[in-house]
């Protein structure tokens, strides 16, 4: 058998238990002693008491210094800084300036409400520039936290870098509205100004650096426009000033500076296309004219050489644009000539038959094979006059026509001059009043013939 109370074995109809003296029970508990699967109850001590007695004593002081502790923080809750500093942080700036003033009005702010008070003035601050509070309520809230600092003695440079950035930012986005409604009228100088301006401001400004980019490309386009249709109307000056301008704008710009250097390629091109107008015409000297002054100009250019000496290879060579060798009054017509009968003439030679001597020499060089041309009397030649006119190649004489009146119909004019090297034509008059005694040579022309070959 085992005892009730320690488990220990005992023998069969012991009344104390050898182990822990307690009192063996036959009646109450016969089974347990013979059965030791089956637990007794404990049997009851004063030990237990004393231990339940102390857990009471431990839970009243942890209640006690609990209540401590909740009243001490409660005191440091509603202290005069705590309850202003709960306020800064909430953004109540004019109730915690109430609480100071009523209840610590003189006293120094301590360095936690200093900090929250600079916390609330960048806080303010970056609500602004964050676009989630507008500039009244950034400056009320700056103006606020101003008169609280200054009021408690605090120092105002807490807040300066504040209201700077506020301030900053005001003027930067004034000066960029500016800007928008240059751009939006068209003003793009002025845009890319105050653009700039805003640059100046903060040289980060994403709006800024878009806007003036923006700007630039507008005033380029409108600068190429204009300086197209400068080109368009041959105002090559105005052209060239209009490009100059704006490159003291936009200094760095390809664009415009690859216009400007090509400009004279432009004058050159415009220059050439109109010598072979002319040749179109007819008006050959013209185009010669017109290539040799513009070889004084660009005198560097291949473009003006070229055509210069391809027109003079396929240019007709008429009376007018030969080389002469020696003259004696007689006088180049550019302008339309008309004879008696109404006839036109596209220009040609005058011949003053009424002076002595009246002649032109011609230098051949043996290039031609022909002349041909259209004498007749001008129309300012008096009545009752005659003239003659005398052709010599190499000063043989191969034509002669005399008895010429202001009546005689026009001459026709055609002498071979193969292999020859000079040719000369004289006037003169003889019978008549004085007067004009002007004889034309119109409609002129010297036909090419083979080069001759070079003597080795």
């Known amino acids: 058998m085992f005892c009730p109370n320690c488990r220990k074995e005992i023998k069969e109809n012991s009344k104390f238990c050898g182990n822990c003296g307690a009192t063996i029970n036959y009646n109450t508990a016969p089974s347990s002693m013979q059965n030791p699967t089956v637990s007794p109850a404990a049997p009851t ?73 600079v916390e ?21 809230h700056l103006s606020e936290i101003k008169m609280f600092a200054s009021c408690a003695g605090a120092p105002l440079e807490l807040i300066e870098d504040a209201e700077q950035r506020v301030d900053a930012l005001k003027n930067l986005k004034e000066c960029l509205k500016t800007a928008d409604a240059f751009y939006e009228q068209k003003d793009y100088l002025g845009a890319m100004q105050y653009y700039n301006y805003a640059l100046d401001m903060r040289e980060d400004a994403k709006d800024a650096l878009e806007g003036l980019s923006k700007a630039k490309d507008a005033y380029r386009d409108d600068i190429l426009a204009q300086f197209d249709a ?47 107008s002319y040749t179109q015409g007819g008006d050959w000297d ?17 473009s003006i050489a070229e055509a210069y000496k391809d027109i003079k290879e396929k240019m007709p060579i008429t009376l007018e644009n030969i080389t002469t060798i020696s ?12 004879d008696r009968f109404g006839n036109v003439y596209d220009g040609g030679v005058l011949y003053d038959a009424g002076c002595s001597p009246t002649y032109g020499v011609y230098h051949l060089s043996s290039q031609y094979k022909s002349f041909d041309s259209i004498a007749f009397v001008g129309t300012q030649c008096g009545l009752e006059q ?31 001059l193969t ?30 013939g083979e080069s001759p070959a070079i003597q080795e």
């Open 419 to 448: 292999n020859k090297d000079t040719m000369r034509i004289v006037t003169t008059w003889y019978e008549g009043a004085w007067g004009s005694n002007f004889i034309y040579f119109s409609n002129s022309s010297f036909e090419k």
């Open 386 to 416: 005659k003239y003659s006119i005398a052709i010599y190649v190499d000063e043989e004489l191969v034509f002669f026509k005399d008895e010429i009146t202001e009546e005689s119909q026009p001459i026709a004019i055609s002498i071979d």
């Open 327 to 338: 003259s004696s009054n007689i006088n180049v017509i550019r302008d339309v000539l008309k």
């Open 286 to 302: 013209a185009a010669v004219e017109l290539l040799e002054d513009a070889q004084s100009q660009f005198t560097t250019n291949p």
């Open 45 to 117: 001590t004063t030990k237990p008491k004393k231990k339940s007695g102390k857990k009471l004593l431990v839970c009243l002081g942890l209640v006690g210094v609990l209540a401590i502790g909740a009243y001490l923080a409660y005191s440091i809750y509603n202290q005069p800084t705590a309850r202003i500093n709960r306020m800064l942080s909430a953004g109540n700036y004019m109730e915690a300036f109430e609480i100071y003033e009523t209840e610590l009005d003189g006293k120094e702010l301590s360095e936690k409400t200093l900090d929250l008070l």
């Open 120 to 140: 609330a003035a960048n806080s303010a601050a970056s609500a602004y520039e964050e676009n989630t509070a507008s500039y009244e309520d950034a400056t009320k």
């Open 230 to 276: 400068y080109i368009s109307k041959r105002d090559y000056d105005s052209a060239e000033s209009t490009l100059n301008t704006a490159l003291g704008y936009l200094e760095d710009d390809s664009i415009l500076k690859e216009k400007l250097n090509g400009l004279d390629d432009v004058r050159v091109k415009d220059i050439v296309n109109d010598a072979y």
